[in-house]
């Protein structure tokens, strides 16, 4: 099972070296940047930004690939809906439907931004450490009044590290719960109802008692949920400032196409 | 450097699980304990960096009380755990990120975290590791790399909770080498087990049973001491074997029964060179 969440994959491009911070950034920037920009023109634009990037990146298209795939059928709702949804001058009729040429534009540029920022994010979560970006989402976070919603930064960034650690392990037990109670005559026909409560109370049973267990393992090697540092030194460099700097004149000037 | 006094624990439930433990702990020495299952040995260990505290009694390390909330985080610097069960010791995505982790709670710079992990991976010899997930390794490497995380917090003691329990022999006996090589190299060992083979090289071996202390001593007196046939704990078979030998008035003395080999060598001199 590959990990489902993050897929990085280390290296040594530019864009590895960058501060987690500045990519953060840059996705939540070049993010604005699709949903803001009206013209095909400016969004082929970000297009041919992502494809020089990930040259850049030196990191194969079986990542951008899988980062897309599971959206692809949303996609393609959004698409469907805005083409026959929008009015506009009707280009055939079939049917109750009538697609228009409006909808066939809306419907390609929202499709095209989803798309965007899925691959942007991509290309982030590839080339960054997950619990590097843990840690610049931690510093972001850490001068953000957080207590008042009971956390504070440094659990908010323990919590990421664990949910990307045990999500595999979860999937497994899964597995294992399932071939545990199989082996017991438990039949997992097609009806849900039946296998559902079968599966589910062993397996939060056995999660529980994980996460107890967990829980002291971490106690012990001194988690207390405060203040702590990291292995990840995070240091804004030049290259830094300047890649924000040169992205923000770059959406400056797409903005004003 | 430990000391515990007077300690009674008994869970929410109501279990009592210790009753009036009384014990100290020297630094440098290697300590074992023994007791079956349900036995109180784990909620013994938890008192033993304040992850539990006594509900009478007290649980000092180095003059301080576990009781004492500002002090736990040094005690724990001081007293690390290792438990039974590798998978749910991990926090990390990888072995490295994994080591992190105790260094990290300690707000040691990223330098000197680094470091440490260096160390500890050269310790436990799965530098090919680092950038592996802990989960993808065998029982016995998962093992290790869990030493390996409270090592980087470089305690004074460590603590071992069953540790081999749940892991094929050869990687038990992998991690046993390990235990002892840190204790030549000056850690402070508490060694927990209800497999009494593994307590051989021990200084001092502790029988509890019910949550009460029944017996302390050497291994020499305590793996062969009859009572523990009643407690269903099966001594070593080299020892019980030497036990039977003197009843017929053959003594092996107590340094050769540590192996078969060192036994077989010793039968051998006695029988037929003389
Ligand atoms: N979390 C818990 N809640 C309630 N009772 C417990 C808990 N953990 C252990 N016990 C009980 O306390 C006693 C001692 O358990 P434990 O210290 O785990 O023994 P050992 O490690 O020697 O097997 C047992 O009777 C056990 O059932
Ligand atoms: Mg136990």
Same mark, same amino acid.
């Given at each position: 099972?590959?990990?489902?969440?993050?897929?990085?994959?280390?290296?040594?491009?530019?864009?590895?070296?960058?501060?987690?911070?500045?990519?953060?950034?840059?996705?939540?920037?070049?993010?604005?940047? &699709?949903?803001?920009?009206?013209?095909?023109?400016?969004?082929?634009?970000?297009?041919?930004?992502?494809?020089?990037?990930?040259?850049?990146? %030196?990191?194969?298209?079986?990542?951008?690939?899988? &980062?897309?795939?599971?959206?692809?059928?949303?996609?393609?709702?959004?698409?469907?809906?805005?083409?026959?949804?929008?009015?506009?001058?009707?280009?055939?009729?079939?049917?109750?439907?009538?697609?228009?040429?409006?909808?066939?534009?809306n419907g390609f540029r929202l499709s095209?931004?989803?798309?965007?920022?899925?691959?942007? &994010?991509?290309?982030?979560?590839?080339?960054?450490?997950?619990?590097?970006?843990?840690?610049?989402?931690?510093?972001?976070?850490?001068?953000?009044?957080?207590?008042?919603?009971?956390?504070?930064?440094?659990?908010?960034?323990?919590?990421?590290?664990?949910?990307?650690?045990?999500?595999?392990l979860l999937f497994e037990r899964v597995? #294992?719960?399932?071939?545990?109670?199989?082996?017991?005559?438990?039949?997992?026909?097609?009806?849900?109802?039946?296998?559902?409560?079968?599966?589910?109370?062993?397996?939060?049973?056995?999660?529980?008692?994980?996460?107890?267990?967990?829980?002291?393992?971490?106690?012990?090697?001194?988690?207390?949920?405060?203040?702590?540092?990291?292995?990840?030194?995070?240091?804004?460099?030049?290259?830094?400032?300047?890649?924000?700097?040169?992205?923000?004149?770059?959406?400056?000037?797409?903005?004003?196409? | 450097?430990?000391?515990?006094?007077?300690?009674?624990?008994?869970?929410?439930?109501?279990?009592?699980?210790?009753?009036?433990?009384?014990?100290?702990?020297?630094?440098?020495?290697?300590?074992?304990?023994?007791?079956?299952?349900?036995?109180?040995?784990?909620?013994?260990?938890?008192?033993?960096?304040?992850?539990?505290?006594?509900?009478?009694?007290?649980?000092?390390?180095?003059?301080?009380?576990t009781g004492d909330f500002s002090k736990?985080?040094?005690?724990?610097?001081?007293?690390?755990?290792?438990?039974?069960?590798?998978?749910?010791?991990?926090?990390?995505?990888?072995?490295?990120?994994?080591?992190?982790?105790?260094?990290?709670?300690?707000?040691?710079?990223?330098?000197?975290?680094?470091?440490?992990?260096? #160390?500890?991976?050269?310790?436990?010899?799965?530098?090919?590791?680092?950038?592996?997930?802990?989960?993808?390794?065998?029982?016995?490497?998962?093992?290790?790399?869990?030493?390996?995380?409270?090592?980087?917090?470089?305690?004074?003691?460590?603590?071992?909770?069953?540790?081999?329990?749940?892991?094929?022999?050869?990687?038990?006996?992998?991690?046993?080498?390990?235990?002892?090589?840190?204790?030549?190299? %000056?850690?402070?060992?508490?060694?927990?087990?209800?497999?009494?083979?593994?307590?051989?090289?021990?200084?001092?071996?502790?029988?509890?049973?019910?949550?009460?202390?029944?017996?302390?001593?050497?291994?020499?007196?305590?793996?062969?001491?009859?009572?523990?046939?009643?407690?269903?704990?099966?001594?070593?078979?080299?020892?019980?074997?030497?036990?039977?030998?003197?009843?017929?008035?053959?003594?092996?003395?107590?340094?050769?029964?540590?192996?078969?080999?060192?036994? &077989?060598?010793?039968?051998?001199?006695?029988?037929?060179?003389?």
């Amino acid at each position: 099972m590959q990990e489902p969440v993050f897929s990085y994959i280390p290296g040594k491009s530019f864009l590895h070296t960058l501060d987690p911070r500045t990519k953060l950034t840059a996705v939540m920037l070049l993010g604005i940047l &699709a949903f803001r920009t009206e013209s095909f023109f400016g969004i082929g634009i970000l297009f041919a930004f992502f494809v020089a990037l990930t040259s850049f990146s %030196g990191l194969p298209a079986r990542v951008f690939l899988r &980062a897309v795939r599971p959206m692809v059928l949303f996609i393609i709702f959004i698409f469907l809906a805005q083409l026959f949804f929008t009015e506009g001058k009707v280009l055939t009729s079939f049917w109750i439907l009538h697609p228009s040429l409006e909808g066939l534009q809306n419907g390609f540029r929202l499709s095209a931004r989803f798309i965007l920022l899925l691959l942007f &994010a991509a290309l982030m979560t590839a080339s960054t450490d997950p619990s590097a970006i843990t840690c610049g989402i931690e510093r972001m976070l850490r001068p953000l009044p957080l207590r008042w919603l009971g956390v504070n930064s440094f659990e908010l960034a323990t919590m990421m590290n664990l949910s990307i650690a045990f999500l595999p392990l979860l999937f497994e037990r899964v597995e #294992r719960t399932k071939a545990a109670q199989a082996s017991r005559g438990m039949y997992f026909g097609k009806n849900p109802f039946h296998s559902v409560p079968a599966l589910a109370i062993p397996l939060i049973r056995g999660v529980i008692r994980d996460a107890e267990e967990l829980a002291l393992a971490m106690e012990s090697r001194g988690y207390q949920g405060t203040r702590r540092t990291s292995m990840h030194e995070l240091l804004m460099q030049r290259r830094d400032w300047i890649s924000l700097l040169a992205l923000v004149l770059f959406a400056a000037l797409l903005l004003r196409f | 450097m430990i000391r515990l006094e007077n300690v009674s624990y008994s869970y929410p439930d109501g279990t009592p699980a210790l009753r009036n433990i009384n014990m100290g702990i020297k630094k440098g020495e290697y300590i074992g304990i023994i007791g079956k299952n349900g036995s109180g040995k784990s909620t013994l260990a938890l008192h033993l960096n304040g992850l539990l505290r006594p509900q009478k009694g007290k649980v000092m390390v180095r003059g301080m009380n576990t009781g004492d909330f500002s002090k736990l985080q040094v005690i724990r610097k001081i007293v690390g755990i290792v438990f039974q069960n590798p998978e749910t010791q991990f926090v990390g995505r990888t072995v490295e990120e994994d080591l992190a982790f105790g260094p990290e709670n300690l707000c040691l710079p990223p330098l000197e975290i680094r470091r440490r992990i260096d #160390r500890a991976l050269a310790e436990i010899e799965l530098e090919k590791y680092r950038y592996h997930s802990p989960k993808a390794l065998s029982g016995g490497q998962g093992q290790c790399v869990a030493l390996a995380g409270v090592l980087a917090m470089e305690p004074e003691c460590l603590v071992f909770d069953e540790v081999t329990s749940m892991l094929d022999p050869e990687s038990g006996k992998n991690v046993l080498e390990r235990v002892k090589r840190l204790h030549e190299k %000056g850690k402070t060992v508490v060694h927990i087990t209800h497999n009494l083979e593994e307590l051989h090289a021990a200084d001092r071996i502790i029988v509890i049973d019910r949550g009460r202390i029944l017996l302390e001593g050497k291994p020499e007196n305590v793996l062969s001491d009859p009572s523990l046939l009643d407690l269903g704990l099966t001594p070593p078979s080299l020892i019980e074997l030497a036990e039977h030998l003197k009843k017929h008035g053959v003594v092996i003395p107590w340094d050769k029964t540590s192996s078969p080999s060192s036994f &077989a060598e010793e039968i051998c001199r006695l029988f037929l060179k003389t």
